[in-house]
């Protein structure tokens, strides 16, 4: 089945630091990956679409000049997280969309737990 | 309209139990209604997903049951094991846009 790798799956970092987390699809090509943030026990929520080649669509509430992203390639999408705080901590999950399949399958990445200290 | 609501918030079944989940949706352009399972630490994998031109499909132990008229559609666990603890989410798109997701419900298989 297809494969979705996110990297790192753990991170800590200071206050004021900024983390880049990677998202790769592996063995097929992903126009459109989503984000996603997830809290303890909650729901996973979505944070912003992205698209390759273009800006990444964010959800209403989601700082776009915060949780900066890149989809340079059709198997890369990297999240951002600038000057983070501890309110960014969270678990932050991956997504795409194998489009060469009819049944439109969305496969997730592993997730990366952030913690801000 | 954009929400999908998902019940129990969490469930506890004896192994080799039935466990049930329910789902409701409001709009009625969402065509596919996939379930997640998700382990701590770990993200979503897909389970089972259904569109609305069937009203039950399964997979192994796994089956949906899918109510159109209603905008109702469950997923039933037959023979649970200890091995299917973990959070379950139900969600739906629409014309393979974004994935709206259910609150999530944490199931517990006692042995």
Known sequence: GAVVSQHPSRVICKSGTSVKIECRSLDFQATTMFWYRQFPKQSLMLMATSNEGSKATYEQGVEKDKFLINHASLTLSTLTVTSAHPEDSSFYICSARDQSRTNEKLFFGSGTQLSVL | QQQVKQSPQSLIVQKGGISIINCAY???????????QQFPGKGPALLIAIRPDVSEKKEGRFTI?????????????MDSQPGDSATYFCAASSQGNKLVFGAGTILRVKS
Do not use: M
């Open chain 2, 26 to 36: 409001e709009n009625t352009a969402f065509d596919y209604f996939p379930w997640y």
């Open chain 2, 65 to 77: 049951s899918f109510n159109k008229s209603a905008k109702q559609f469950s997923l039933h666990i």
